[in-house]
């Protein structure tokens, strides 16, 4: 790939941005959010595992 100009910035701006912790930290268990897989991406109340059955419309 040609870049438009020999600056180092250049390539570093198209490099896919990385988190400097490595992702979201570990929960205690008593946590309610200790082990979801969506911990740390976008969360929503009520929590998917509190629901037991589905609601019928």
Do not use: A, Q, W
Not at 1 to 14: A, G, I, Q, V
Not at 17 to 40: D, F, M
């Amino acid at each position: 790939m040609r870049y438009f100009t020999d600056n180092p910035l250049e390539r570093m701006m198209m490099e896919v941005p990385r988190s400097r912790s490595g992702g979201p930290s570990e929960l205690p268990e008593n946590h309610p959010c200790h082990g979801c897989k969506r911990y740390g991406e976008s969360c929503v109340l009520p929590c998917y595992r509190g629901v037991t059955r589905i609601p019928k419309h």
